[in-house]
């Protein structure tokens, strides 16, 4: 784990400073945090970012509060705040939640999605087979993204997609399609490509079962990543 004077020179680096309000701050703490730019366990030091703002310790402790809520910042008694860290037990369950999400929202997105919907998931499709040509593991983690909100958005279903996205939020920092092999984030587009054709010809017993095999194969992404990078720990 990055110390503090590490971590401010991390956050540093990566965090945006063109405005100070409350909003812009979270905003902006959240990005780099989902971004991966920031890994999990590492120190926010409060001091230092109010600093990088040029507001008070406030509306840091403030923004981090709100990010504490969504999962994405842990504090402890002691040691302050840190970008929070899964226990290799709450990864797999988070991406269980993420699975049973998406499968409600496929199964009616199937159906309601319009042309547009259609065209923009081929889109991102396509760029998602330009990340895997060129190898860029960051790349294809955000796009791989993109292509399941875009299997989900259709449903119209608010609530349910916005329950979705705050539950992939929180699997985010891990970045687990950077951790990968080349030869699994193959297998893994194999999938999406099968999952693309189902949802073009609005097949939802093909998409549904298409997607209970890439699930399981991501299952065992997961159960797999080891715990001495720091990115998981182990349950105690």
Known sequence: MLDRRHSAALFRAVLGRDGSSQQHIVDELRRVILDGAVPPGTPIPVGEIAEMFRV???????????????????????????????????????????????????????????DADRNLLAEVH??????????????????SRQFHMALSRPSRMLRLVHMLESAWNITEPVQLMVHVESEQRALLHDDHRIMLDAF???????????????????????ASLPTDTGLIIDDQ
């Not at 988070?94 to 929202?105: D, I």
């Not at 396509?126 to 796009?143: G, I, V």
């Not at 073009?200 to 997961?222: P, Q």
């Open 126 to 143: 396509h760029t998602l087979e330009q990340s895997l040509k060129f190898d860029d593991a960051q790349a294809y983690h955000r796009h």
């Open 200 to 222: 073009l010809a609005r097949d939802s017993d093909a998409l549904l079962a298409a997607a209970a095999v890439h699930n399981k194969r991501l299952n065992g992404v997961v």
């Open 56 to 114: 008070s310790h406030i509306p840091i402790r403030e923004s981090l509060k709100t990010l504490t809520a969504e999962g994405l910042v842990q504090h402890r008694p002691n040691s302050g705040y840190a970008v929070a860290q899964l226990t290799t037990s709450e990864l797999a369950e988070m991406y269980l939640v993420r699975e049973t999400l998406e499968t409600a929202a496929m199964a009616a997105a199937v159906h309601s999605a319009g």
